[in-house]
């Protein structure tokens, strides 16, 4: 019996929902990446070269702190979700990453996005986890229905 996970990073709640209805939709346990310090208005302003998030993103080496991490030893399928920013997951997805035990398993990114793909995202991942068997990464924007994501997972996971 395979064990999932949901996991998350949502500025503006939009990954939040999308992430929900995934966990729901394919029966997963569920975990939100939360920032030691979180974000404000201003950190997400990027229009603002000097906003948190511009400064965090012009930096490959950064890693903003979360709060605690699950045990993801036990997992054998994580999707990993999280809204595009500057065309790659923001950077403390790969705090998430790289504090987590994802050894073996297998990682599947999903984002959503204002008006971009999902870029990079996926080969950033793969090179962050090179012992993961990383998916082709997808994009959930729009509302999708639960069905609708449930028919994604499974297709992705084929």
């Not at 394919?26 to 990027?46: K, M």
């Not at 080496?61 to 979700?81: K, M």
């Not at 996926?122 to 962050?128: E, P, Q």
């Amino acid at each position: 019996m395979t064990k999932t996970l949901v996991a998350f990073f949502s500025a503006s709640g939009t990954t939040a929902q999308v992430a929900r209805e995934l966990s729901s939709a394919i029966g997963a346990d569920l975990y939100q990446i939360e920032p030691e310090v979180p974000y404000t208005r201003a950190d997400l302003n990027w229009n603002n070269r000097e906003s948190r998030s511009s400064l965090e993103m012009g930096d490959e080496t950064a890693r903003p702190a979360i709060v605690g991490a699950p045990n993801t030893s036990s997992y054998d399928t994580v999707f990993v979700g999280f809204p595009i920013w500057w065309y790659v997951e923001p950077r403390i997805v790969d705090t998430f990453l790289e504090a987590s035990d994802l050894k073996g398993a297998v990682v599947v990114p999903f984002a959503t996005s204002g008006g971009s793909g999902i870029g990079q995202a996926t080969s950033r991942i793969r090179s962050l986890l090179p012992e993961s068997q990383v998916k082709e990464g997808g994009l959930l924007n729009g509302r999708p229905s639960s069905v609708k994501i449930a028919a994604w997972a499974k297709g992705v996971l084929k």
